[in-house]
Structures are given as C-alpha cells and as structure tokens.
DNA sequence: AAATATATCTTGCAATACAAGATAGTGGTG
DNA sequence: CACCACTATCTTGTATTGCAAGATATATTT
C-alpha cells in the first residue's frame, strides 16, 4: 500500500478513453494531456501497452502519420465499441466514487 | 476491462481502514458492513487475505474472542500506524478522484 | 447423524501499472 | 561528420492485488 499506483488499475483506460474523444490524439501527447488534468506523469511502459491493449479489444482504432519531428505518430481515434465502453466506465466510476465516499463519511444505504 | 474488479485495487484497503476505525469488527462482519454502504458483495477471498496482510504491515491489530455460534472471531483494531495510514488514503483517494473528475469533465487545470 | 449457518484460512490465477531497456527518426552543435 | 538531444513507440519482466475454489472448525437446528 502507500503509493497512488494500485489505485489506477482499471481507471487508467476510462480516463484514455475520455481524452481520446475529444479527436485524434497519439500516445506521446496523451500522456501530457494527462498531466494537464492533474496526474502525475507516467511512464511510456503504461501508457504504450494500455492503447495496444484497447487497440486489439476494438475500443479504439488508430492510424500512421508522419512526423514533424522524430518517427511516426500513432493516432487513435474511439471506435463505436469504446464510446460503449467510456459510457460504461463512467457509470461504474460513478457508483464506486460514491460508494468509497459513503464509507469514507459513514452514511449507510 | 469492463467489470469493477481492477478498479477495486489499492482502495478496498483503504475502506476497510476506514471501518474499522468506527471500532473492533471481525471479518465476516465486516463484509456486511460493506453491502450497506454499497459494495456488492466480496468473497472470503478477498476480504481474509487483506486483513491478514494489513495485520502483518502492523496497520491493525487482532484478538480473538469466542463466538456464540460458531468459531472464534478475529477482532481487528486500528493501530496507530493504521491510522496514519487511512489519513495517506484519504488523501489519496480525494486527490485521485477529483483528477478523474478532472477528466471525465474535461476541466484543466 | 446430518444439515445449516457462522467464521476463518490457503492455494493458485488473472489483470494491470510500471521500470528498464531497445529502436528510430529529426535537427542542431562543435 | 560525429555527437547529442528531443521526439516517438515498443518489448520484456516484475510486483501487487482482487477473487474463485476448496479446506477446516464450531454451534445450532432438524
């Protein structure tokens, strides 16, 4: 226990999902849009195998472009299947959020 | 993806801390507790290992008491090292979730 | 005796964040 | 040209942890 780390298993996915649709957005700039919204930085061993991860389940599909500046990006872009699964990750976010805060603030159901 | 386990991962601990704080509780009973606060319900599993491995990190502390039916419960009690822990939870959690709020709602910061 | 409910523990599995290292292209500096 | 820095992605291996399945033990009820 004692790190932030553990806490992102199963989160880390929706949160990528959710940048991804706002538009077309490649691994190397994802991981600074994340930071912007207030995690700290990660590593390229999270982030790479995560989107491959989505890439082979369907949730998103993603295409080669060159670069201005260094090798080819990968874009991603959200299939239909990961705008389901972003719909369902922000439900079952929702319901543990509040169900870790009503244990945190004692209110029973 | 697509189920609430992972996402369970490095807060179930936390909940636990946080029961228990409100006083002495076995484990079968805390199982309960955590239905009514909204979990759904968690194997043995899950919960026997966890307070086995918070009793060996020193976070809580154990007795045994008889029971009035069936065998002897297991008692666990908030060290103080156990408390400092939940307040490093608390923390966490608080900071964690308003960054994935961040997110979802694409609020920069 | 047998079944049921209470109560805990152990073993093994699956999922996933992450560190560390490899690879590659582009541009600038000495 | 050789070297470095920055951009950009991938691979391998490790640690943690939730959970299913099964074993064990006691008390009450049928």
Chains 1, 2 share one sequence.
């Not at 699964?85 to 439900?91: A, C, V």
Request: hydrophobic fraction near 35%; charged fraction near 25%; include cysteine.
């Amino acid at each position: 226990m004692a790190d932030t780390t553990q806490m992102l298993k199963g989160i880390l996915d929706g949160c990528l999902l959710s940048i991804i649709k706002d538009g077309e957005i490649y691994g190397y700039e994802l991981a600074a849009r994340l930071e912007s919204y207030g995690f700290t930085s990660f590593s390229e061993g999270t982030i790479y195998p995560l989107l491959l991860r989505m890439q082979k389940e369907g949730l998103v599909s993603a295409t080669l472009r060159k670069s201005t500046a260094g090798p080819k990006r990968k874009y991603y872009s959200l299939t239909e299947k990961g705008e389901g699964e972003l719909e369902s990750f922000i439900k079952r976010w929702g319901q543990l959020s509040a169900t870790v805060n009503n244990v945190l603030n004692k209110r029973e159901m």
